[in-house]
């Protein structure tokens, strides 16, 4: 129903900035992302109403990521600076279409991911 497209991920010093973009085929209501490393937990980054701007971010983010949309183009980005080596991992992007609570890192639908590497 719902397509998801994440790319910009790749391979960078620690120190370094990355950003991701995510690209949807329709509607959504809230969109986010998500990361997972090998052997962890899916852990949520940060998510955006699309209507209205409003974003949250996961306390280990603060400060160094930013997420934003553009609704021209129905893509959300990840500006990623002050990457560190425990930010590697895949990240997703994800979205929901109905009301609900945007904090909840509770989405419908999935990107593919897109793989961020911060070398030390």
């Known amino acids: 129903q719902l397509q998801l497209v994440e790319s910009g991920g790749g391979s960078v010093q620690a120190g370094g900035s990355l950003r991701l973009s995510c690209a949807a085929s329709?509607?959504?209501?809230?969109m986010g992302w998500l990361r997972q490393a090998p052997g962890k937990e899916r852990e949520g980054v940060a998510t955006i109403y699309i209507a209205g701007g409003t974003t949250y971010y996961a306390d280990s983010v603060k400060g160094r990521f930013t997420i934003s949309r553009d609704n021209a183009k129905n893509t959300v980005y990840l500006q990623m600076n002050s990457l560190k080596s425990e930010d590697t991992a895949m990240y997703y992007c994800?979205?929901?279409?109905?009301?609900?609570?945007?904090?909840?890192?509770?989405?419908?639908?999935w990107g593919q991911g897109t793989q961020v590497t911060v070398s030390s």
């Open positions: 329709g509607y959504t209501y809230c």
């Open positions: 994800a979205a929901v279409a109905t009301r609900g609570s945007c904090r909840d890192f509770r989405f419908g639908y």
